[in-house]
């Protein structure tokens, strides 16, 4: 089991709709991550909150939102996605910038 | 700078044979150097991690990686490979911050019964 849990595990939305994935850890961590992972390619960074605050964007499109409510919560907004936004989210956590605690993901398909 | 490279996309071993998965790694300052497993429809999990000192890590699951600084790789291994070992696996560098953080493309491992 892992200790960062993320709901859902499976979502399908349309290119109109608005959805949120969550994600929750619970070690004290003071860092969050998201991050997007495409078929047999490894994850890429989107978004890293440090002490609940914005620290890194990658230039990733405005139809994703973020947000850090507290220290053990993590949310992606998601808005008006594309069928290539479809991928495997994944939220990370960390103390410090190393090693990364993965949760299972959430397999987002856009139709 | 930094990079990491996995040198092969595809590793296929026998159950119970040893098995080698390979991580160059490049870096302008002492890193820390990780592999991850990735099951199928299943996050990342640490198998092991390297930080100073030590030049064998040891994992779990029975996986090790030797640390060579002179040599610039970080290679995993296992005596013996076991069925619920077939996923795919990641070679992590990292730096200071977050954004530092550079993974491998990825190796996937496959077991013949």
């Known amino acids: 089991d892992t200790e960062v849990t993320q709901t859902p595990k499976h979502l399908v939305m349309g290119m109109t709709n608005k959805k949120s994935l969550k994600c929750e850890q619970h070690?004290?961590?003071?860092?969050m991550y998201w991050y997007k992972q495409k078929a047999k390619k490894p994850p890429e960074l989107m978004f890293v909150?440090?002490?609940?605050?914005?620290?890194i964007n990658e230039s990733v499109p405005s139809r994703f939102s973020p947000e850090c409510p507290n220290s053990s919560l993590l949310n992606l907004h998601l808005h008006a996605l594309q069928p290539e936004d479809s991928a495997l989210y994944l939220c990370a956590s960390s103390q410090g910038p190393s090693p990364l605690h993965f949760g299972n993901g959430t397999r987002l398909t856009v139709t | 700078a930094q990079s990491v490279t996995q040198l092969d996309s595809h590793v296929s071993v026998s159950e119970g044979t040893p098995v080698l998965l390979r991580c160059n790694y490049s870096?302008?300052?002492?890193?820390?150097l990780f592999w991850y497993v990735q099951h199928p429809n299943k996050g990342l999990q640490l198998l092991l991690k390297y930080t100073s000192a030590a030049t064998l890590v040891k994992g779990i699951n029975g996986f090790e990686a030797e640390f060579k600084k002179s040599e610039t790789f970080f290679h995993l291994t296992k005596p013996s490979a076991h069925m619920s070992d077939a996923a795919e696996y990641f070679c992590?560098?990292?730096?200071?911050?977050?954004?530092?953080?550079?993974f491998g493309s990825g190796t996937r491992l496959s077991i013949r019964p």
């Open positions: 909150y440090s002490y609940e605050k914005l620290s």
């Open positions: 070690m004290g961590h003071r860092a």
């Open positions: 870096s302008s300052y002492s890193p820390s």
């Open positions: 992590v560098v990292s730096g200071y911050s977050a954004s530092k953080i550079i």
